[in-house]
């Protein structure tokens, strides 16, 4: 199953909510939407205070398309200011894609 890291940052209304919940409820809160989805979270980790980002999970999703769901539906809460998107690869699904006989050229040449 694909996985995929993200990376979060609230808005002061999140960071407001964050506050009041606690951080083990919204792990918990993720960890149901994306076992909803047929997804499993793998890692929640929070930043300290003063990073770029809040925190940082990552998570097991069916696909892209429903990786783009859940997010599609945290964002339309209005308490994250950014949530960064990176598909994770493993060697041996590079390596496949090394080993397939590709064609380029260069601009110019």
């Known amino acids: 199953m694909p996985r995929y890291l993200s990376l979060f940052k609230y808005t002061p209304e999140g960071r407001k909510g964050f506050m009041k919940e606690k951080a083990a409820a919204r792990e918990a809160a993720l960890k149901l939407t994306i076992e909803s989805a047929g997804g ?55 390596d496949r894609g090394l080993g397939k006989p590709l064609t380029y050229r260069a601009p110019g040449t």
């Open 40 to 94: 499993k979270l793998e890692l929640f980790n929070w930043t300290v205070p003063g990073s770029e980002y809040s925190g940082v999970t990552i998570a097991e999703l069916p696909d892209a398309g429903t990786y783009a769901a859940v997010v599609a539906l945290v964002e339309a809460t209005g308490m994250f200011s950014e949530i960064k998107a990176i598909e994770l690869l493993t060697a041996s699904e590079i």
